[in-house]
């Protein structure tokens, strides 16, 4: 069965420090979004990105935060200048659809720590 | 703005029912979810209703959604150990792609 897959499942960085999070979505999904879970809190939306654009962002997807995708299979997020509130678990999600019931199918997640 | 709200964790017994409750305020939600994440894995869909809808059942699973108290649950008959995971209630409202989620149940199956 196809699925969502996220590289590296952990990431420890330097504040300060640029990382990036990757993600291959499932091979004929069009919608891409990025999710994140700071401990104990709720899975927050960042953004979704279609047709090699921004469609929706949220208030958390500031300037430090940009996504890419950079060939046919991958789909970066990438936070320039980490803060220590940038620790949390960060989903990448696809769907085939937008609107009606449009499933996001996950990814397990990396978990990104900040010292 | 939208708010999902889900008690922290819940313990029943194998065999027994569970049910998971989850709150809304946003009451344009089309459609509202139930992910279930076990340990090392991504946020499966489980199951969904759409807002005309009162219940929908599918095998072990019952959503029920009362749209005036905007209270969403998830019944699962018989539970099972491996039904052990991270429930979590999430809403999409109209118009949009995004997903609201709650903080998540976890649930504990006790043998």
């Known amino acids: 069965e196809p699925e969502v897959t996220q590289t590296p499942s952990h990431q420890v960085t330097q504040m300060g420090q640029e990382v990036i999070l990757r993600c291959v979505p499932i091979s004929n999904h069009l919608y891409f979004y990025w999710y994140r879970q700071i401990l104990g809190q709720k899975v927050e939306f960042l953004v979704s990105f279609y047709n090699n654009e921004i469609s929706e962002k949220s208030e958390i997807f500031d300037d430090q935060f940009s996504v890419e995708r950079p060939d046919g299979s991958n789909f970066t997020l990438k936070i320039r200048s980490t803060k220590l509130e940038d620790s949390a678990m960060y989903f990448c999600?696809?769907?085939?659809?937008?609107?009606?019931?449009?499933?996001?199918?996950f990814g397990p997640g990396t978990r990104l720590t900040v010292l | 703005g939208e708010d999902v709200e889900q008690s922290l964790f819940l313990s029943v017994r194998e065999g027994d029912s569970s049910v998971i409750n989850c709150t809304y305020t946003d009451s344009s939600s089309t459609y509202l979810y139930w992910y279930k994440q076990e340990p090392g894995a991504g946020l499966q869909l489980l199951t969904y209703i759409f807002s005309n809808m009162d219940m929908k059942q599918d095998q072990r699973l019952t959503v029920l959604l009362n749209k005036k108290d905007k209270h969403l649950s998830l019944r699962i008959a018989d539970t099972q150990t491996g039904d052990s995971a991270i429930y979590f209630c999430?809403?999409?409202?109209?118009?949009?792609?995004?997903?609201?989620f709650g903080t998540g149940t976890r649930l504990t199956v006790i043998p």
């Open positions: 999430a809403e999409r409202e109209t118009g949009a792609n995004n997903l609201f």
């Open positions: 999600a696809s769907s085939e659809k937008r609107g009606g019931n449009n499933e996001q199918f």
